[in-house]
């Protein structure tokens, strides 16, 4: 076998024996490694439900979902009305859509998020996925992976999705609830914290003690069942619950 058949072979071993969020994500970061490409996404939207698994820098992805971009990314926008996998970005490409969708890649494009390949997932009543593998390499030859590599790639998001569905969907119904549990404001302390905000600085900005700005990340890490901070705000990002 050459090495991206290795490459996909390697990750249907793997991803048979992930059992949460952290170890999906280590699966997806090796493949999308040694395919060539820095990152990976699989976002998926099921009416209010969002559930994110992805290595794109935590600043970007709580920017993402506080200003509502899921509903302005243009490749969320493409991979909702078709069926194969496309390519998208890259410097021999003009910039597509208005000019807020512009703008929105030109932001993505300083988190390292220049191009990519995406392949979209579609489900029944206006559920859909999306499993992408992206870059910050200006130079990737997008057309050429596409060309050489249409059906691994895509095995590889359907593959994902179909396990993430069948091991992790129990665990984000279970946790579900906890968006009505975190108080307003245990989600504004995170959601500053995962701007990269001191408590000190969460404090001045939300208008309380620091002792309080701590009771209610510490509330909020508990609730989360989460062992550190840090760890709760991944998990809050992750199931998109500071939104």
Request: aromatic share 10%; with cysteine.
């Amino acid at each position: 076998m050459n090495l991206v058949e290795d490459s996909f072979q390697e990750f249907v071993d793997a991803i048979e024996t992930a059992g949460d969020a952290d170890a999906f994500e280590r699966v997806a970061v090796r493949l999308a490694q040694k395919l060539g490409f820095q990152q990976f996404a699989y976002l998926r939207l099921t009416g209010d439900h969002t559930v994110l698994i992805s290595s794109y820098p935590h600043p970007w992805t709580s920017r993402y979902f506080h200003l509502g971009y899921q509903h302005l990314d243009p490749v969320v926008l493409r991979a909702r009305g078709e069926r194969d996998l496309f390519s998208w970005g890259g410097a021999s490409r003009a910039p597509a859509g208005n000019r807020a969708q512009r703008q929105f890649f030109d932001e993505a494009t300083t988190f390292g998020i220049r191009s990519g390949i995406t392949v979209p997932i579609r489900g029944g009543f206006g559920r859909m996925a999306a499993f992408t593998l992206a870059t910050s390499d200006p130079e990737i030859d997008l057309h050429r992976r596409v060309d050489e590599w249409k059906d691994i790639i895509q095995q590889v998001g359907l593959y994902f999705h179909v396990h993430v569905a069948a091991r992790l969907d129990a665990a984000f119904g279970a946790h579900r609830p906890a968006h009505d549990e975190l108080t307003q404001r245990e989600r504004q302390c995170l959601a500053w914290t995962a701007q990269g905000k001191t408590v000190a600085d969460i404090a001045v900005l939300v208008a309380i003690a620091p002792r309080t700005v701590v009771f209610h990340l510490e509330n909020a890490r508990r609730k989360l069942g989460a062992a550190s901070i840090a760890q709760c705000v991944a998990i809050a990002l992750r199931r998109a619950l500071l939104v």
